[in-house]
């Protein structure tokens, strides 16, 4: 049995956004991290910082370029969600995608937004409707604990090697997640099928096929985590670098004196634009050997 450490502030559970907290997720600068499923039943996650509250009980996602979490939001549309505001208040949930315009009142609010208003190579094109199902109360991050989580794995994570020379993470990845300024988000499929979010910046590469974390900070949500689940983690830094990973989540183990989650990654993912697409396990390249005018004008 896992001991909590800390119970996070925000986990109040309503099925509404007051006035002050739609005006908090207005600004662009900020967290938005949209969770989905897949068609395989596999959690997904993205940053799209466009996430913003229309009406109390309605999120409204702002599409400029086509990825992977629009196409899945509409197949399953089962959607879990986290905004972290630059006041580092934080706001999880779960909305079911309803439909998309390419107009309207929200339309001309995301376009008429500095980044996208005075932006010479893209613009919002589509609008996507999420009804809420429920949300947490904006509480503050709990950074002595994970401060104290990410000390703790950093210090213990060694003993936790594979052992494999084999690479899964490219190196840019590796660095990516033992970065002091980055960000971690890990999701899982809840057993309502909506995706559950939870922050796990704790969360560090044991080397490039293994991840692992302490349970301090928000350890009463990481304790739902059952050892063969599949699970994401989404790794991000604030100048937008990020990347997807997905695996076998191993457990909580000792290592060291010190308890450790550790996943074992099967499958990468860059989600960074204009190039996204699955890294690991390598996609062949197929070589073109048909040219068509349509083909060309739709590139």
């Known amino acids: 049995m896992l001991k909590i450490n800390e119970r996070n502030n925000d986990m109040t559970i309503?099925?509404?956004f007051t006035e002050a907290e739609m005006k908090a997720f207005e600004p662009?600068?900020?967290?938005?991290?949209?969770?989905?499923?897949?068609?395989?039943?596999?959690?997904?996650?993205?940053?799209?910082?466009?996430?913003m509250a229309a009406k109390p009980n309605q999120l409204t996602v702002g599409e400029f370029c086509q990825g992977k979490s629009k196409e899945y939001m509409q197949r399953t549309a089962k959607?879990?969600?986290a905004i972290l505001t630059l006041d580092k208040k934080l706001w999880r949930g779960k909305a079911r995608w309803t439909h998309l315009k390419k107009e309207g009142p929200e339309y001309e609010i995301y376009n008429n937004q500095p980044m996208f208003r005075y932006n010479t190579y893209f613009g919002i094109n589509t609008v996507h409707y999420l009804d809420l199902k429920e949300t947490t109360l904006g509480g503050t991050l709990p950074l002595v604990s994970v401060v104290k989580s990410a000390l703790l794995t950093k210090m213990a994570k060694g003993s936790a090697a594979k052992g494999n020379q084999e690479r899964v993470l490219s190196y840019f990845g590796e660095n990516l997640f033992n970065g002091l300024d980055a960000i971690k988000f890990l999701s899982f499929i809840g057993d309502d099928g909506f995706p559950v979010v939870i922050p796990v910046i704790q969360c560090q590469a044991v080397d490039s096929r293994r991840l692992a974390f302490h349970p301090g900070a928000f350890g009463d949500e990481l304790a739902m985590l059952k050892q063969?689940?599949?699970?994401?983690?989404?790794?991000?830094?604030?100048?937008?670098?990020d990347v997807l990973v997905r695996g076998i989540f191993n457990g909580y183990c000792r290592y060291r004196?010190?308890?450790?989650?550790?996943?074992?990654?099967?499958?990468?993912?860059?989600?960074?634009p204009p190039n996204h697409g699955q890294i690991y396990p390598p996609v062949p390249l197929e070589r073109v050997v048909n040219f068509n005018e349509s083909q060309i004008s739709e590139a």
């Open 14 to 16: 309503k099925n509404n």
């Open 257 to 272: 004196g010190v308890t450790l989650g550790t996943l074992d990654i099967d499958w990468v993912y860059n989600s960074m």
């Open 79 to 81: 959607i879990g969600f």
């Open 228 to 241: 063969g689940m599949k699970v994401a983690i989404f790794c991000l830094t604030m100048q937008m670098e």
């Open 28 to 51: 662009a600068e900020k967290l938005g991290i949209i969770a989905t499923v897949t068609p395989e039943g596999l959690p997904h996650m993205s940053l799209l910082t466009s996430v």
